[in-house]
């Protein structure tokens, strides 16, 4: 039995439910392979978030890094609960625009901002614009001056901290392709060409040194960092920083092994080191920035699929295929990354033997999860992946011309449909002839 199944999710049948709804239900209603969140987890990380900062009496904002998950709906869950976002591209930008997220709440970020993206931002009169290269300074403004507008900017320095964490997921080290780096002097040099511009007003510091962290230290030591750079700005340039933006990172249990600390608590030791850097360097204590996408929509998201062929391979562990795979989740072939799973219609029941949970895409990697113990299963079973609510469906594919799946949010014993299915006309719906 998986560890995350505690009885109250399972209803009188037996079968594993999401928001108090049974999901076989919302298989047989919507189909597989599904995306299912539970709303509340969504809302309650949120909250919880903003609790640690209210409890710390610091000026804040909880900024979900969309690129974990980027639907309207998402959106619009993460503005009803107050908290800001950033996004990375146009296209997060319209999604946002669509859902009728506050464009005061919106960082941009990115490490090659076009034209066109940067004009999208200025238009649009985002909160802010997270600079991260000498191009996009020189790009930012020659726009402010033809629309003759201003936007307030944050600088994105690289801290020089390698976070424990998958190699693709470090984003803090020297040698990273992220922000503007300290020991060369590319950051002063950057502050200097922000301050000395009349169209850009700046706010402040930002990192962010990776994903799925678990580890503490590389917090703490990034707050320092941050810290120390706007101690040596206000020194050099007599600049204060007015925001510190730590980004996010923060690791979640995704299989047994995992044992993060909670998302929250990373948060208030930023936040505590936050405070004594200001006192040790005599500087106001400057409002607080997270960027949290996968601590937010992560454990708030299931796959649901359903178990088709099997086949038995001597010696070793049988393969399991579901009508899913790479394509909904790319995440265990291009990061190794684990997951655990359980069948819908009984997640407590006793495992019989381990399988190789494979997806249905033609690339041998394509394996789900290596290691799953299992019960019984049968074709036609739903089988339900934990822990998939970041980076699956945003990072989806039609590879092999595969649909994507559905998206549906369940809260309040009610499942809404909040992304439809793709369907074959929709793969053939930009293919122009040729003959
Ligand atoms: C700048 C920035 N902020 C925030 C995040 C969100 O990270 P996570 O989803 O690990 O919380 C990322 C992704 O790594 C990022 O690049
Ligand atoms: N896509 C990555 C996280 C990337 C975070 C963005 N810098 C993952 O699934 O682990």
Redesign the pocket.
């Known amino acids: 039995m998986n560890s995350q199944i505690i009885p109250n999710l399972v209803n009188d049948k037996g079968h594993l439910m999401i928001a108090n709804l049974d999901t076989l239900e919302l298989a047989k209603e919507f189909g597989t392979p599904l995306v299912v969140y539970d709303v509340e987890r969504i809302r309650n990380q949120i909250r919880s978030f903003k609790k640690v900062f209210e409890e710390e009496k610091v000026n804040y904002a909880v900024s979900y890094?969309s690129?974990?998950f980027s639907t309207i709906a998402m959106y619009q869950v993460c503005n009803q609960e107050g908290a800001y976002t950033?996004v990375v591209s146009a296209g997060e930008l319209y999604t946002a625009l669509q859902a009728g997220f506050p464009m005061e709440r919106v960082s941009f970020?990115g490490n090659n901002k076009s034209r066109q993206e940067l004009e999208m931002a200025v238009d649009h009169h985002v909160g802010k614009i997270m600079v991260d290269n000498f191009y996009e300074i020189e790009l930012l403004s020659q726009i402010l001056e033809q629309k003759d507008s201003h936007i307030d900017v944050m600088l994105r320095i690289t801290p020089g901290i390698s976070a424990h964490t998958h190699e693709y997921d470090q984003?803090g080290q020297v040698d990273s392709k992220f922000g503007f780096d300290l020991e060369s002097g590319q950051a002063d040099q950057a502050l200097k060409e922000v301050l000395a511009n009349p169209r850009m007003n700046m706010l402040g510091l930002h990192a962010?040194i990776?994903?799925?962290i678990f580890e503490l230290n590389g917090f703490q030591m990034a707050a320092k960092k941050l810290m120390e750079v706007a101690a040596h700005w206000r020194d050099k340039f007599n600049y204060e920083s007015r925001v510190i933006n730590v980004?996010?990172?923060?690791g979640i249990r995704y299989v047994a092994s995992d044992q993060p600390l909670k998302a929250e608590d990373f948060v208030r030791t930023i936040i505590q080191t936050i405070k004594q850097e200001s006192q040790k360097y005599n500087l106001s204590l400057p409002k607080i920035e997270i960027?949290?996408?996968?601590?937010i929509a992560g454990p708030a998201g299931y796959n649901l699929y359903t178990i088709g062929s099997r086949k038995e391979v001597k010696g070793l562990k049988p393969y399991i295929t579901v009508d899913g795979g790479m394509g909904d989740n790319i995440r265990p072939a291009l990061y190794q990354a684990e997951y655990e799973a359980v069948l819908a219609k009984d997640p407590q029941a006793q495992s019989i033997e381990t399988v190789r949970i494979a997806g249905k895409y033609c690339e041998s990697g394509d394996i789900l999860i290596s290691d799953q113990a299992l019960p019984k299963s049968e074709p036609g079973d739903i089988l339900v992946m934990l822990d998939t609510g970041?980076y699956g469906y945003s990072m989806a594919s039609n590879y092999n011309r595969n649909p994507r799946p559905a998206v549906v949010f369940c809260e309040n014993g009610q499942a809404k449909l909040v992304v439809e299915r793709e369907s074959l006309t929709d793969l053939v719906h930009l293919d122009r002839s040729y003959l």
């Open positions: 890094a690129k974990a950033d970020h984003t962010h990776g994903s799925q980004g996010g990172g923060f960027e949290p996408g996968r601590s970041a």
